[in-house]
């Protein structure tokens, strides 16, 4: 465990490493490794599920305790990919239809979310608040910031136009 320790410390700081740890190890080294940067998600590999759920729930980064293989697997590669997501800009893809000369045009173009939605829209805050979240799940802390400002920064504008508050 201290040999592991050590050299998650020794990792730069924009490292992003995933973990796998027995329930045994787990328990013994979770506590001190949890608050490190470099980890940004810990999984539990064990073959008694209750018990080490128990003093696992206390760790945000512990992401799941997992006794079958597959299912660890499928998991890893879930989250990995929604963390890509949160790590890529947001965009959306708009289809319009033009009618102009009697001819149907389909284009596409790809903006920013809040070029789409006004920014009264309860939507656009809650979307910040859920990025927010996953990006600090995922061990992303400035990802996540810039995503709760943005929320902050929207919720005020709203209050400021005299919106309703989207708490």
């Not at 045994?24 to 599920?49: A, F, N, T």
């Not at 284009?107 to 859920?130: A, C, F, K, R, W």
């Not at 799940?137 to 810039?146: A, P, T």
Request: aromatic share 6%; glycine share 6%; proline share 3%.
């Amino acid at each position: 465990a201290k040999t592991c320790q050590e050299y998650i410390k020794k990792q730069s700081q924009k490292a992003q490493l995933i973990m796998i740890v027995s329930g045994r190890l787990g328990r013994e080294i979770v506590p001190s490794i949890h608050e490190l940067r470099q980890v940004i998600s810990i999984y539990v590999y064990c073959m008694d599920k209750k018990s080490h759920e128990q003093w696992a729930r206390n760790f945000e980064k512990v992401k799941a305790v997992i006794v079958e293989l597959n299912e660890l697997i499928s998991r890893i590669g879930t989250d990995h990919r929604m963390q890509k997501i949160v790590e890529e800009p947001l965009s959306i893809n708009i289809f319009t239809t033009s009618t102009n000369t009697g001819t149907s045009a389909m284009g596409t173009s790809t903006m920013g979310v809040n070029e789409q939605l006004p920014p009264s829209d309860p939507l656009l805050y809650d979307l910040y608040q859920d990025l927010g979240k996953f990006a600090s799940q995922v061990g992303n802390l400035d990802k996540s910031m810039e995503w709760r400002q943005k929320a902050i920064v929207l919720q005020q504008q709203n209050e400021l136009a005299g919106k309703q508050s989207y708490e």
